[in-house]
């Protein structure tokens, strides 16, 4: 299809800026500059290519630890990609971004799918494509001077404040109030698995900033996270994604200026969805090359490892079932290209989008279930990336939208909804 082959032939990377020096690094590690009189084309493979280095060099060697010690260090890990240009993939120049298109995007979440776990990507997504699109779409040019190039270059990290204690998937269930006062909001109320919450800088927080109906009295505000009345009140445990740290966050009149709500106010809940539809789109590519390596890992170890005097790999059901895997990966990356092209040229890919991260999150279950069977008593032990896996994995079910939400959505969209 014509919508597809944006990913399909071979790409080069044409940057091309109107005004600020960016820089981007190839797998030589060589600085390109880039001018307003300049058009640099270079090979993109070269440019992914430094992302696994940056991956290989300076995060998969610390990864273990990290995830014994539940926190992994951001501004260090951030203000490394931030450097390589990592972080602002499709963010406008003139705020320290390449400004290329959302495609970009999704080729470097698919890389970051090579670090040996999942909560440090997750964090990096957040910081990337999660937390700053409404900013860079909607804000101010001050908001993006003080909020939006920072979180680019890796000197503030970022974290996304939306979901709360009764409010998940069911965002128009937000309770957490920002009251107008003169020319700031006061704001009270609290927030849930806050990713990064703990390190972060400033939140891109949704709060009730009217008494009017739920998908129109909500409004997206840059919160600076040092202010008098946040309080982190505890670091989350949970059953995966360790390395990332996840936080419950309360605020208790919290002062901020109203010049920090992004875009119009009244309308966070519309740029929440639209954030979203990044976010998911971003989650699908990041796990696709995951769910790759998984089975390729269990390719190699069912190899090697024998039963019944023939090594495990050899035995039909497995290698079959494999190779189902490997076709419902294939399946599910072309439904993200087809999505992301689509979404590129302006079209509505929330139906698309919601059909990739429903069966993102099922297959990682899927997978990831299957492969840790034929490791035996090894799948069951911390020591091998495979019971990892099946731990971080089963989040994509549940965060940015459960399963039954995105089934909600595609019903939507199908006409399908019961009639009220």
Avoid at 32 to 55: A, K, M, P, R, W
Avoid at 67 to 73: K, L, Q
Avoid at 127 to 139: C, Y
Avoid at 198 to 211: E, I
Wanted: net charge neutral; with cysteine.
């Amino acid at each position: 299809m014509d919508e597809i082959k944006h990913f399909y032939a071979e790409r080069s990377c044409k940057l091309c800026t109107n005004s600020t020096l960016v820089t981007w690094k190839n797998c030589s590690d060589l600085m390109h500059n880039v001018t307003q009189s300049e058009t640099h084309v270079q090979d993109y493979s070269s440019g992914l290519l430094f992302v696994l280095q940056l991956i290989d060099q300076e995060i998969n060697p610390y990864v273990d630890q990290w995830e014994a010690e539940g926190t992994f260090p951001a501004h260090k890990v951030f203000k490394i990609l931030g450097n390589a240009g990592f972080l602002g993939v499709n963010k406008p120049v003139e705020y320290g971004g390449l400004g290329l298109d959302f495609s970009y995007s999704v080729a470097v979440a698919e890389e970051l799918g090579s670090i040996r776990c999942g909560g440090i990507p997750m964090a990096i997504g957040v910081q990337s494509d999660m937390a700053t699109p409404a900013l860079a779409r909607f804000g101010s040019d001050e908001l993006k001077k003080e909020f939006l190039l920072p979180s680019i270059m890796g000197d503030k990290v970022a974290c996304l404040g939306v979901s709360e204690v009764g409010a998940g998937s069911d965002v128009s269930s937000i309770k957490t109030k920002a009251v107008r006062k003169g020319d700031e909001y006061v704001i009270n109320g609290g927030k849930m698995w806050t990713t990064s919450g703990t390190q972060a800088d400033w939140m891109c927080l949704l709060a009730n900033t009217s008494d009017g109906p739920p998908h129109k009295n909500k409004s997206l505000i840059c919160l600076p996270m040092n202010l008098p009345g946040v309080h982190v009140a505890r670091k989350i445990n949970k059953i995966g994604m360790w390395s990332s740290d996840t936080a419950e966050v309360f605020f208790d009149d919290v002062h901020v200026p109203c010049k920090n709500v992004i875009g119009q106010e009244g309308m966070g809940f519309t740029y929440q969805m639209l954030q979203f539809q990044e976010e998911r789109l971003w989650a699908v590519a990041n796990i696709v090359t995951t769910m790759d390596s998984v089975i390729q890992e269990t390719i190699n170890y069912t190899r090697q490892r024998k039963v019944f005097q023939q090594p495990v790999l050899y035995h039909q059901a497995v290698h079959f079932r494999l190779a189902e895997l490997q076709t419902e990966v294939e399946l599910l990356r072309s439904l993200l290209y087809r999505a992301t092209a689509m979404y590129i040229k302006g079209n509505d890919v929330t139906k698309l989008a919601s059909m990739a991260k429903l069966k993102g999150g099922r297959l990682a279950r899927e997978l990831s279930d299957s492969c840790l069977q034929y490791w035996g008593g090894m799948g069951f032990t911390s020591d091998v990336p495979v019971s990892r896996f099946y731990r971080d994995s089963r989040l994509m079910s549940i965060g940015a939208g459960a399963d039954e939400v995105m089934l909600g959505i595609i019903c939507k969209y199908m006409d399908t909804l019961p009639r009220k």
